[in-house]
């Protein structure tokens, strides 16, 4: 099945080998991957990364060794999977969202993957060719929806009885058919979602319950909800921040939920001037973090400062007496020095050189008090 070809001979592919394996033992290249991406140098493009151009539901897994006959369940994770060539330089955010799954049952697996048949991907598969930016292009507003391709790609929760897929920069989740994987639309909450969720959504599996936050470029710039398992929302609040924010995560206990106001984010003017979203981390603004009752008014919410820092994902977080405890993954640089060797993807691949380390913040909801530190200096990231 695999072609054997020299990509690296017949295309300058300096960066992409450099940085990644992007040929299997045998000398071949990924053989399922689009035409397109061959002679674009861009890791994210190649090996790996490579994208597919197939869907294929495959039965009866062979499998080495044994299965247990009681294992019953499904392993699933969204990933981009650009199915055009982008009309911009390609960021490993910007690919559609697909699925990809792996069911377990009777000592037996088998396999499917699917796109998430986003409108955006509806609309370029239609059109045969992408038209959205991404996000290290400009944003074109006279589009629909987005002036990036909102692609679904970044997470995906089991709720309600269906898959719900959710992407980075707050954009609209979509639900699927969890045996199937085909989608089945928007997913809005019985119509009563008001805009969009964030990357990352959770849900409380002892109240079945799901946290959600959404956030955007204007006043009042934040928003948390929480749905209950029939996919009702019971409880949504505003919640008001300085300004237009980029936090990626939620916290959240029995009686609380965990908001991030975070000084790495972009600046309005530069994005009104140049229609890209450069963001800079504010390395004198404190960090905030808004610990907020669980089902209280946006006006309730405690803020806590702490030192400066950014932060992808939460590990955990609890209650001890009057202390609110959140562990997370912190960087206190989220913007590593690009090397200029990298050429026009310096940036975007430095940025992916993630640096951050477990860390623990402690708010006491009595007196505000903060503890914070290191629990470890290990190079630690989750998602
Ligand atoms: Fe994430």
């Known amino acids: 099945m695999s072609e054997v070809r020299n990509d690296s001979a017949e295309y300058n592919l300096e960066n992409t080998s450099r940085?990644?394996?992007?040929?299997?033992?045998?000398?071949?290249?990924?053989?399922?991957?689009?035409?397109?991406?061959?002679?674009?140098?861009?890791?994210?493009?190649?090996?790996?990364?490579?994208?597919?151009?197939?869907?294929?539901?495959?039965?009866?897994?062979?499998?080495?060794?044994?299965?247990?006959?009681?294992?019953?369940?499904?392993?699933?994770?969204?990933?981009?999977?650009?199915?055009?060539?982008?009309?911009?330089?390609?960021?490993?955010?910007?690919?559609?969202?697909?699925?990809?799954?792996?069911?377990?049952?009777d000592g037996k697996a088998s396999y499917r993957n699917r796109w998430v048949q986003t409108d955006a991907f509806l609309a370029e598969k239609k059109a045969g060719k992408s038209i959205w930016p991404g996000i290290m292009g400009e944003h074109d507003y006279t589009l629909d929806g987005f002036p990036v391709k909102d692609t679904s790609n970044t997470d995906l929760?089991?709720?309600?009885?269906?898959?719900?897929?959710?992407?980075?920069?707050?954009?609209?989740?979509?639900?699927?058919?969890?045996?199937?994987?085909?989608?089945?639309?928007?997913?809005?909450f019985n119509g009563q979602l008001k805009r969009a969720l964030s990357a990352h959504a959770k849900i409380d599996l002892e109240k079945d319950e799901l946290i959600y936050f959404d956030y955007w470029d204007e006043p009042p710039y934040m928003l948390y909800g929480i749905a209950d398992k029939s996919g009702n929302v019971i409880h949504q609040e505003n919640i008001e921040l300085p300004g237009a924010r980029l936090p990626h995560d939620i916290g959240f206990t029995p009686n609380y939920v965990l908001l991030?106001?975070?000084?790495?984010?972009?600046?309005?003017?530069?994005?009104?001037?140049?229609?890209?979203?450069?963001?800079?981390?504010?390395?004198?603004?404190?960090?905030?973090?808004?610990?907020?009752?669980?089902?209280?008014?946006?006006?309730?919410?405690?803020?806590?400062?702490?030192?400066?820092?950014?932060?992808?994902?939460?590990?955990?977080?609890?209650?001890?007496?009057?202390?609110?405890?959140?562990?997370?993954?912190?960087?206190?640089?989220?913007?590593?020095?690009?090397?200029?060797?990298?050429?026009?993807?310096s940036h975007m691949l430095a940025y992916m050189r993630l640096e951050a380390n477990m860390y623990v913040w402690k708010f006491n909801m009595k007196t505000g008090e903060v503890v914070e530190g290191d629990l470890h200096t290990m190079n630690t990231e989750c998602g």
């Open 157 to 188: 929760l089991y709720f309600n009885d269906d898959i719900v897929t959710l992407w980075y920069n707050a954009g609209i989740p979509y639900s699927l058919d969890r045996h199937t994987l085909k989608t089945k639309g928007r997913e809005t």
């Open 260 to 345: 991030h106001d975070l000084p790495f984010f972009h600046d309005m003017d530069i994005l009104e001037r140049t229609k890209k979203r450069i963001v800079t981390f504010h390395r004198d603004m404190p960090t905030r973090f808004g610990v907020q009752p669980r089902y209280g008014k946006g006006s309730e919410v405690k803020w806590f400062e702490c030192e400066p820092c950014y932060i992808l994902h939460i590990v955990n977080c609890w209650e001890e007496g009057d202390w609110v405890v959140q562990v997370g993954c912190r960087s206190t640089n989220p913007m590593p020095k690009a090397n200029p060797e990298e050429g026009e993807l």
């Open 19 to 105: 940085l990644i394996r992007t040929q299997a033992d045998d000398g071949s290249y990924a053989p399922d991957a689009p035409e397109w991406t061959r002679g674009i140098d861009n890791p994210y493009l190649h090996g790996v990364y490579a994208p597919t151009t197939e869907e294929v539901t495959a039965e009866d897994l062979e499998v080495i060794g044994e299965l247990p006959d009681d294992l019953f369940g499904v392993y699933m994770r969204n990933g981009p999977n650009p199915v055009f060539e982008p009309g911009e330089k390609y960021h490993p955010f910007d690919g559609d969202g697909m699925i990809y799954a792996i069911y377990f049952k």
